[in-house]
């Protein structure tokens, strides 16, 4: 039975596509590597941001780093706010609160932009702990923001009690790394036949849905 549940951020508790497509233009316009469409950058939504500026624009590490600072040049004063909360989601939290579900936020994004979001849009009172990637850019992948937040939450041998909820393909193999069931959300940024190749414990259409399966 499960007693504690994980959620990522972007593009599961909140839309943030416009915020950080923009920011992600903005850097690769920066480094030499122009992107027009934004609707390609929608893969940065989710995944940690060096990994997939190496991965979508060909450059090395060391550049890759440069373009993350590019990018928060942007994001932090300006992109970090074009975002909002999906429908229903202040709903699910409170029923998953008033249920006595232990609840908290893993997300790769660097903690303390996760912690002025949840602040921004006033959900940050429903969450026992709040986990991101450090400011340096440590504990960016998926299963150590995971075991981090286990840690946190006193939950580390209790693997079983505790359930990640996310929109992308590395939410659920994160959440399997760390020995934990996932449930991917398909109002995200994931495509679907990704969810369906991740093999999630189930595929949720709404927040009500999510709120539905703990009931």
Do not use: W
């Amino acid at each position: 039975m499960y007693k504690a549940i994980l959620f990522d951020l972007d593009g599961t508790l909140t839309d943030s596509g416009e915020g950080i497509t923009k920011s992600v233009q903005y850097a690769l316009e920066r480094i030499g590597k122009p992107e027009p469409d934004l609707q390609k950058l929608r893969v940065f939504v989710g995944p940690p941001l060096i990994e997939q500026f190496e991965e979508y624009a060909g450059i090395d590490e060391k550049t890759a780093r440069r373009a993350v600072e590019i990018y928060r040049e942007r994001y932090a004063p300006i992109g970090i706010y074009e975002n909002e909360l999906y429908p229903g989601i202040e709903d699910m939290l409170a029923g998953l609160k008033n249920r006595g579900y232990k609840i908290g936020i893993a997300s790769s994004k660097p903690e303390n932009f996760v912690k002025i979001v949840a602040e921004y849009f006033h959900i940050e009172s429903y969450f026992d702990e709040i986990v991101g990637s450090e400011p340096e850019g440590g504990r960016t992948n998926k299963t150590e923001v995971i075991e981090e937040a286990l840690r946190r939450m006193g939950l580390t041998d209790h693997r079983d009690q505790v359930i990640m909820v996310g929109d992308k393909e590395h939410d659920v193999f994160g959440a399997r790394r760390a020995g934990l069931e996932c449930i991917a959300v398909s109002y995200g940024y994931g495509t679907k036949e990704e969810l369906e190749n991740a093999r999630p414990l189930k595929i949720v259409n709404s927040a009500e849905e999510i709120l539905d399966f703990f009931a």
